[in-house]
């Protein structure tokens, strides 16, 4: 049974901790001499060398030696009796935070040239030139023995029996500290390769190398969190300080661990990837060529990897009808999701409309965004009976130029999201099945009378979601040779020709920059007649970094419609979340109880539009604080439009995770519900399928799936905010970035958290909506 401690001795024993400054004398000692080395080593070789020895390593190497310092002599080692999150916390700093610092440092040449020259020439020197101390240190400070050794320690010393060894033990405690710490700084340093070092494996490798690190720790990490007992025994019989419970206490410091260790890793994996795949931009200068701009010079793509000639998804993708195969297919999956839910079996979670909408379709569209380009757009079932309106030969009409943002698109991105849960669509068959039969009827009305593809470029509101989440989309179409373009009189890509019509969306090819408005239709590839257009892998923070003016977009710097569009996404994706936990949901009912007319329908809207407005107000006050900090010469609107695309990743991390919860929910579904659609349909040779044979899943692994794709959209938000500071405030950038990274870092918190929520999966009850009209126990 675990000791129970009155408030008065709980508060002693943490006053006593609070004192319990530990100062080891000769460590300390140790410390100070290495510094006072380094420094008088760093003076003399900034002087002569001060592009490889800036100030800043310098500080760095500090900054390690007196992390490592506190890591040791703090309360924390005293607390770290008491507390296995205290314990996490100090084998973090030796293991991640003071190695990197010490290297990034270049310590090499300023520890050797502040030592005494006499102490170099009669004992270092003889010293390191002994062969079998060459080859030791050769093997050492190799890779894969680096990798070896510092996860081997980090898993072996966390092993319930050697970690007991050491809680019991002052001397094995420290030795496995001196573990952690010497290994730690073999494995940065093949990360880092402080200067004058040289790599051994290709810089590529380092990628791979931190990942499958950060996979380690994530493991034991879970193994931690989700274990349901507490693992080590000292913990349990030990005296219960900050009211917190040994289990509790472990699943804490397994999720810090989980945060902080994936973070540590992550983050320089990301810089590497960036700093690997940077190049030069685009051209610098735009120069006429009739009523078109090229812009020149535009790097050649002509040696990079193009997708649309591999074997068989190329032939697919340039195939004259290739792409109506594949709105073939979608049609009558779409037909046959629009005729089961008008059939009487209006049970959402046995109903193709239910399940299949909102549960796969969803999911898989957003993470093929993510990971392989907008494959929806490009396989979009509304657009063939689009075709059947443009054969009519009624599309006389342009669509109006006070019309041609984005803000239609918002506006019904907006209601529909007001209408998820008013209406309950996610939950009501019949209501999906007439919204789809709604979109087949818009996108024939607008283009059967419009030229051009106006109803997916300002209309509907599933292509706005997707041109932005294409944003960061790792593929794009690119012309091959920017000379050929330049040559060419003809400008079929955009124009068209007899066999093949050009572009829809007024995209030209050699000034198109990233994903933004195209549908991947691959008419401008098959109407090109100098076979000059492929289809490119790219970094995924290029098409937002990059401010050019871009065809039919102009500079995504000027366009506060797109910043709109992009930061109602991100809050939806807060919002969608949240009303599926509890806490979210309280929080729902609170704010509207407070409304005297929440009962109404412009109420209820309300309710829903409000923290939306409230969140947008914030984000434009937070870019004018940015402005003004910075001292930019930019005007204020850049940075708010710019910005708020920065946020993008991390809003589609969070919606990723979330549609992966239902996508992996609803799987073993799948063939249930296509055979319960066929049985309702009429086939009366399909028998009904047994529901209750459903495979089930595992929470704690789809967890690690969820929190790895929300990492990457936080590091790689901060990675841009870093980024856009360097290009707005080059003179003040730590000004600007300062309050942007804060704010993601605190938007990231409160995803993890809801994530951490237990899920509920929604009912015939419409609990959401119900939660915003509690009004005198009525509900509409």
Same mark, same amino acid.
């Given at each position: ?604 809207? =309300? ?7 409230? +969140? @947008? #107000?914030?984000?434009? $006050? /937070?870019?004018? *604080?940015?402005? !003004? ?110 309050? =942007? ?7 990231? +918190? @409160? #995803?993890?958290?809801? $994530? /951490?929520?237990? *899920?509920?999966? !929604? ?18």
């Amino acid at each position: 049974m675990v000791p129970q401690l009155s408030t008065a001795s709980s508060s002693a024993i943490q006053q006593a901790l609070a004192s319990s400054w530990a100062i080891p004398p000769w460590t300390t000692l140790l410390l100070l001499l290495t510094a006072l080395v380094y420094l008088r080593g760093w003076r003399k070789g900034h002087a002569l060398r001060p592009g490889e020895l800036p100030s800043w390593r310098a500080a760095c190497f500090f900054f390690g030696l007196a992390s490592l310092w506190l890591a040791i002599a703090s309360p924390l080692d005293a607390l770290s009796r008491f507390l296995l999150l205290a314990h996490m916390v100090q084998h973090l700093v030796l293991m991640t935070v003071a190695p990197p610092l010490l290297l990034l440092g270049a310590p090499s040449v300023p520890l050797l040239r502040g030592l005494p020259r006499a102490l170099i020439q009669e004992f270092l020197g003889p010293l390191l030139s002994i062969r079998l101390l060459r080859r030791a240190a050769h093997i050492l400070l190799h890779p894969a023995f680096a990798w070896l050794a510092m996860n081997i320690a980090y898993l072996g010393w966390h092993v319930p029996a050697a970690y007991e060894l050491t809680l019991r033990s002052d001397a094995w405690h420290e030795f496995e500290h001196a573990c952690f710490f010497i290994t730690s700084l073999l494995f940065w340093w093949t990360v880092l390769q402080p200067w004058p070092s040289r790599s051994v494996w290709s810089r590529w490798a380092a990628v791979p190398y931190l990942i499958t690190a950060d996979l380690v720790n994530t493991g034991l990490s879970a193994f931690l969190a989700f274990s349901g007992r507490v693992l080590y025994p000292t913990y349990a019989a030990s005296p219960r300080i900050f009211d917190i419970s040994a289990l509790n206490d472990q699943i804490a410091a397994g999720a810090f661990m989980w945060v902080a260790g994936s973070t540590l890793y992550l983050v320089p994996a990301v810089a590497i990837v960036f700093h690997l795949l940077s190049s030069p931009r685009y051209r610098q200068h735009a120069k006429p060529a009739g009523k078109f701009v090229i812009l020149q010079p535009k790097p050649s793509a002509a040696t990079r990897f193009d997708i649309l000639k591999l074997p068989v998804i190329g032939y697919l993708l340039r195939a004259r009808y290739g792409r109506q195969m594949l709105q073939a297919v979608s049609l009558l999956l779409i037909a046959l999701v629009i005729a089961h839910g008008l059939m009487p079996n209006q049970m959402a979670a046995m109903n193709l409309a239910g399940v299949f909408t909102w549960n796969i379709v969803r999911a898989l569209a957003l993470l093929a965004i993510l990971f392989a380009g907008n494959l929806f757009c490009m396989a979009c079932p509304f657009m063939l009976p689009r075709e059947v309106g443009h054969r009519l030969g009624l599309a006389r009409f342009r669509w109006p130029s006070w019309l041609r943002l984005k803000w239609i698109g918002i506006a019904l991105i907006a209601v529909f999201f007001f209408s998820y849960e008013r209406f309950s669509l996610w939950d009501n068959p019949t209501r999906t099945a007439w919204l789809l039969i709604a979109y087949f009827a818009t996108a024939f009305a607008v283009d059967t009378f419009f030229k051009g593809a106006s109803f997916c470029k300002y209309v509907c509101p599933i292509g706005q979601f997707n041109f932005a989440a294409s944003l960061v989309s790792p593929i794009t179409l690119d012309v091959s040779s920017q000379s050929t373009c330049t040559a060419c009189t003809t400008r079929d890509c955009i124009r068209g020709n007899p066999q093949q019509r050009g572009c829809e969306l007024d995209l030209y090819l050699p000034q198109k920059v990233g994903n933004l408005d195209c549908t991947l239709c691959m008419d401008c590839v098959k109407a090109c007649p100098h076979d000059n257009i492929g289809l490119y892998p790219r970094s995924p923070a290029v098409d937002i970094l990059d401010s050019h003016p871009r065809s039919s977009l102009g500079s995504l710097a000027g366009r506060i419609d797109i910043a709109v569009l992009t930061l109602v996404l991100i809050f939806a994706a807060f919002a969608n979340a949240a009303v599926m936990v509890a806490p979210g949901r309280r929080l729902l009912q609170t704010f509207a109880s407070r409304l005297p007319f929440t009962a109404t329908t412009f109420g209820s809207a =309300f309710a829903v539009a409000f923290p939306f407005i409230l +969140a @947008l #107000a914030i984000f434009v $006050l /937070l870019t004018r *604080m940015m402005h !003004r900090s910075s001292r930019s010469t930019e005007p204020t609107r850049t940075f708010f439009t710019r910005y708020a695309l920065a946020l993008l990743p991390l809003g589609l991390g969070l919606w990723a995770a979330h549609l992966l919860f239902h996508l992996v929910t609803s799987l073993p579904t799948i063939p249930l519900v296509f055979l319960q659609a066929l049985h309702d349909l009429g086939l009366s040779a399909v028998t009904l399928p047994a529901w209750n044979s459903m495979a089930t899943f595992s929470g704690a692994s789809l967890l690690q799936f969820q929190l790895a794709l929300l990492d990457g959209g936080l590091l790689l938000a901060l990675y841009l905010g870093w980024r856009l500071s360097c290009q707005l405030a080059p003179d003040r950038r730590w000004s600007a970035c300062a309050p =942007f990274s804060l704010t993601t870092i605190a938007l990231y +918190a @409160l #995803a993890f958290w809801l $994530l /951490l929520q237990p *899920m509920e999966m !929604r009912n015939m009850m419409n609990m959401a909506w119900s939660l915003l009209e509690p009004m005198a126990g009525n509900s509409v």
